[in-house]
């Protein structure tokens, strides 16, 4: 072998090497220790204000009817989660009924009653006649939905005379899970 | 002699970096994104979601109780952000909550949280209602508390279920 030759190998192999390390690096971030004091604080943003989450469904029933359900289904994109940090109704009935709510959030998934939580609402009278009430709640939750999931939100009232209908928003955000939920 | 001196040299220059990487301790940085143009974090509360639902049903008794075991693992601790409850009673009748999140290692009243619940006539024939609560709460579990939700009616009279759902999520335990 030519010492040219040689040279030049030796000089490969040891670029080789000083790649490799780098490459490692590359992989593994260094720890850093967050310094900001009080006065100068990092500014941050979560994923509720990048990523906020709002599906809204009416239901409604005519009389003889106590109950319905807002079905929602794919609300998980691959590779995300729904974080649901509230659930809301408003709903309308006649006079003198109460109207309510049950969040589901994956019973085809995880099975019930996993996640159950009630939404109460106040009833207030509507028009001066008295002829409807309106009924409002909202829940403040930290329920989940990952991908395949249908949450759903029963709806019932406890009188069948005449129609209803509500409407039910849920309020969340998608996170890129990077760990399992329970 | 001098392809080895070189070579050496080169070795070491490529060896010295992965020694000072294996040694260096964290640095202090200072985060200085503006604030249009923020840095994306993530909190536990999204990242370690947990959600725990026990049904508790009791016939002629005054009270029961939703016992959810052990549920923060070793080196984590469970925020609990919100404790919800869903029951049904004869109507008439009141149904409450409280949360004990670890009278076995903090003894009672370490925690001790109530749920109140508003009651909605649950049907045309006035038999049943129904009782809604939901408690925002900042508690915690750490390893080996027996989180529980004692539930309570005011009469005795038939029988009665409740939903009792834990929100919240895992958090690692500093120490």
């Not at chain 1, 990523?51 to 005519?62: K, R």
């Not at chain 1, 590779?79 to 003198?96: D, F, K, L, Q």
């Not at chain 2, 640095?27 to 536990?44: C, F, H, K």
């Amino acid at each position: 072998m030519k010492p040219a030759a040689t040279l030049s190998t030796l000089i490969f192999a040891t670029c080789v090497m000083l790649l490799r390390p780098a490459a490692a690096r590359a992989q593994t971030p260094p720890d850093f220790t967050i310094a900001n004091p009080p006065e100068s604080p990092a500014q941050v943003i979560h994923p509720r204000d990048t990523f906020p989450f709002v599906a809204t469904q009416v239901v409604s029933g005519f009389g003889g009817q106590l109950s319905g359900a807002a079905t929602f289904a794919n609300l998980a994109p691959g590779g995300y989660r729904v974080m649901i940090e509230h659930v809301s109704i408003h709903g309308r009935t006649p006079a003198g009924q109460r109207l309510w709510g049950v969040v589901h959030p994956c019973d085809n998934l995880k099975g019930s009653p996993w996640g159950t939580t009630g939404v109460a609402t106040t009833a207030v009278i509507e028009d001066p006649t008295s002829t409807n009430s309106i009924h409002e709640g909202i829940a403040n939750t930290a329920l989940y939905v990952d991908p395949g999931c249908v949450a759903t939100v029963a709806i019932q009232r406890n009188a069948s005379s005449g129609g209803f209908g509500a409407w039910v928003t849920l309020h969340g955000h998608y996170i890129a899970p990077h760990a399992s939920g329970r | 002699m001098n392809f080895c001196k070189a070579a050496l040299a080169l070795v070491l220059v490529a060896l010295a970096p992965v020694a000072a990487y294996a040694q260096a301790a964290p640095t202090d940085v200072m985060i200085v994104n503006p604030p249009e143009a923020p840095g994306q974090v993530v909190g536990p509360s999204d990242t370690f979601p947990v959600v725990l639902t026990e049904n508790v049903a009791v016939f002629n008794g005054l009270s029961g109780v939703a016992g959810f075991g052990e549920v923060a693992p070793a080196g984590y601790r469970l925020i609990i952000d919100h404790v919800s409850l869903f029951g049904r009673t004869r109507v008439g009748q009141r149904l409450w909550g409280v949360v004990h999140p670890c009278d076995n290692l903090k003894g009672s009243p370490w925690g001790t949280t109530g749920i109140a619940t508003v009651s909605m006539i649950e049907d045309s024939t006035q038999t049943n209602a129904v009782h809604f609560g939901i408690a925002d709460t900042a508690l915690y579990v750490e390893p080996g508390c027996q989180l529980k939700v004692a539930l309570q009616r005011n009469a005795s009279a038939g029988g009665f279920g409740a939903w009792v759902t834990i929100h919240g999520h895992l958090a690692r335990s500093p120490d």
